[in-house]
């Protein structure tokens, strides 16, 4: 123990005796480093603002100003932002409204997203679930094209 302290008093000592020329040299050293960058606090612009801010409004339930905000941020893309109405789908889905978030969805398929199969499931569900007779056959069909544009991964299940 005596060995260990009497080692770091030595380390001390020694860096005070070695003069002002290797403290200078400290700072240097601090400067050359990079600065962590989080990007989530960096200014964002309008359209990533309004798609942050639906998403804070969904996570918290509040889904018709998380709408108003995804609509916006798409609006801000004029209209192409795949994203916006995917989120704006599984807004109205989450509550419900399942004739609002099919029609979200077909928003969404149409701008061609790399997750269009899984979309296209997502439609039938949404056309399911309204219980309505006649968008039944809709259903079926947006399985089908789910099952066929995923190469036949997915299962059908209706």
Known sequence: MKRVLFSCLMLV????????????????????????????MEEQDEFHQALNKGRVLMHDGDVDDAVKEFRKAATLKNGQCAECFNFIAQAYFAIGKYKDAAIAYKQTIALKPDNEAELNNALGVSIYLQDDKKTLEEAVAAFNRAIEMSGGKLVKVY
């Open 13 to 40: 000592l020694g860096s005070v005796l070695t003069g002002p020329a290797q403290l200078a040299s400290i700072p240097q050293q601090q400067s050359k480093q990079e600065t962590f960058r989080n990007p989530a």
